[in-house]
């Protein structure tokens, strides 16, 4: 009679180990698809603000383009 009772409670443990797996497993699983998530939203925030980035490059060459003529005008007609 003993050793069923242990018999059961070491059912009973390995079961209570494999819950805590599981769980753990699970926790993991949550955690890391929080990540990718975040990871997911920083990489689309990140595109975005070099595309931002991109074109403000590209008005700001077009405006000093544009002042490196008036300044040639400018020194024209000043004699220089």
Do not use: H
């Not at 050793?3 to 009973?12: D, I, N, P, Y």
């Not at 955690?31 to 595309?51: F, G, I, P, S, V």
């Not at 700001?60 to 400018?74: F, H, V």
Request: glycine share 4%.
């Amino acid at each position: 009679m003993l050793s069923a009772v242990e018999e059961r409670v070491g059912k009973l443990e390995e079961s209570v180990e494999d819950a805590k797996e599981d769980s753990v497993q699970e926790l993991l699983d949550s955690q890391r698809k929080k990540l990718t998530e975040r990871n997911d939203a920083l990489e689309a925030l990140m595109k975005a603000l070099k595309e931002e980035t991109m074109a403000t490059m590209m008005a700001l060459n077009i405006r000093i383009e544009e002042l490196k003529g008036e300044l040639a005008l400018c020194r024209a007609a000043v004699g220089k």
